[in-house]
């Protein structure tokens, strides 16, 4: 463990004017202090912001609002969630474990960095941890990886499932900084690997993420997600399809397709919504539209398996979903 300072701030200001770019926010710590006992990450000042009133959901015109410091089980249980957006309920449902849902921050879920070993490995070469040192793991241990939006500098997966059903349905951002506060599109905020795998999301030196907005989507109501991973609970998707459909009789009139374990950013398939719009429920169409899913993808030795899962984790979470078996 490395020397730190420990400040506690109250307002958003008083934590963004703590901030430094040697500094991190501690909400509910579970990425963070793993991280600091790994020596992955080393901040000489963490700033803990539980303090800061960022908790609860409203609702207005302009959707549903989440404190970017509610807990996970919270937002989880929370009844403008389990009703009009049922995907994002399941998403936190099946993220970590019950313990790290009481703890973990919405924000902060968000935020999570990779699970790949390498990069949580402090003797080991990972150009996300060290820019420049390298990547093991495209020669090396790589079943869990990306194999869309790789790079040949990373190829590590996005951890949240949160995320995953956020970008699936148009979310965004409110991210306050010492010039103000801005609002971003969730799928513009995450930053595919390219050559410079250590910067993640379009955050500047002491932003703070405050609250999410997930606008209106009356058909959201009829949403789900399906994770499908190595063990039932506490562990990371391999793959895995947060959707929603709007029906209009035994036709598909629209819908939202977003996958995780599979990209290095939460991914949206736009061709595989195209390909259902307009199609009739069957697990035809479905198998036709989900063909869409792996169109670029990279594999690398051990992950090749991934092109066909993802296909088969959006017909099962469709035909689950819609209550269709041929
Ligand atoms: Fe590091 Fe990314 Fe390579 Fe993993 S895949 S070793 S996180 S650079």
């Not at 960022?54 to 937002?75: C, F, K, P, Y």
């Not at 040192?133 to 949160?162: E, K």
């Not at 379009?202 to 009829?222: C, D, Q, R, S």
């Not at 199609?279 to 169409?285: E, F, G, L, Q, V």
């Amino acid at each position: 463990m490395r020397p730190y300072t420990y400040a506690a701030a109250t307002t958003p200001s008083q934590a963004i004017g703590l901030a430094t770019n040697a500094s991190a926010y501690l909400a509910g710590g579970t990425t963070l202090v793993d991280l600091m006992k790994l020596d992955v990450m080393g901040p000489s000042s963490v700033i803990d912001i539980n303090a800061l009133q960022l908790t609860g959901t409203t609702v207005d015109s302009a959707g549903l609002h989440i404190g970017a410091l509610s807990r996970m089980s919270d937002i989880a249980a929370d009844p403008n969630v389990t009703g009009a957006f049922p995907v994002l309920a399941q998403a936190l449902e099946a993220s970590a474990s019950p313990q790290i849902r009481n703890m973990a921050s919405i924000g902060g879920n968000l935020l999570q960095r990779t699970r790949c070993d390498y990069f949580r490995d402090p003797n080991t070469p990972c150009n996300k941890r060290q820019a420049g040192s390298g990547c093991p793991a495209q020669n090396g241990a790589n079943r869990t990886h990306a194999i869309l939006g790789t790079s040949t500098s990373c190829a590590a997966t996005h951890a949240s499932d949160l995320a995953v059903a956020l970008i699936a349905l148009d979310a965004s951002l409110t991210v306050q900084g010492s010039s103000g506060t801005r609002q971003v599109a969730l799928a513009d905020f995450y930053q595919l690997p390219g050559s410079t795998p250590s910067i993640e999301n379009t955050l500047k030196i002491g932003e703070l993420i405050t609250e999410v907005t997930v606008p209106p989507l009356a058909w959201a109501t009829n949403s789900t997600y399906v994770k499908v991973r190595d063990r039932s609970s506490y562990e990371f998707a391999l793959s895995s399809a947060a959707i929603a459909v709007q029906l209009s009789g035994s036709t598909i009139s629209a819908a939202r397709v977003a996958v995780g374990g599979v990209g290095t950013i939460p991914w949206r398939l736009p061709a595989v919504e195209s390909a259902l719009a307009g199609s009739t429920a069957s697990i035809a169409n479905f198998t036709k539209a989900a063909a869409n899913a792996a169109t670029g993808a990279k594999t690398l030795s051990q992950n090749g398996f991934k092109v066909t899962l993802v296909q088969r984790v959006i017909v099962r979470a469709l035909s689950e979903l819609l209550g269709v078996t041929s």
